[in-house]
């Protein structure tokens, strides 16, 4: 099977909130760097700025969908992205 590219993905929680049902933080990979904000209630993910954030979406909404109840603000994470930054 041959090599996929992959890059690592390193995410910061700022802000947590149950009540309003949304998660902010930051996530870079490589050189690229986002601020987020994860409406897990309505499932809906903003990603800013622009530039790349087509390359990180889809994982990144993959990684909450899969560890939201798991983060906690000030909390510093990792995930794999099946691509080459």
Request: aromatic content about 14%.
């Amino acid at each position: 099977m041959k090599n996929l590219p992959e890059t690592t993905a390193y995410l910061s929680i700022t802000q947590q909130s149950w009540q309003h049902g949304k998660i902010a933080g930051e996530v870079r990979a490589s050189t690229y760097e986002w601020c987020f904000e994860w409406r897990f209630r309505q499932g809906k993910l903003l990603v800013k700025p622009s530039l790349g954030r087509s390359l990180i979406v889809e994982p990144l909404t993959r990684f909450l969908e899969r560890s939201d109840y798991q983060l906690e603000p000030g909390g510093n994470y990792e995930f794999t992205v099946r691509s080459d930054f």
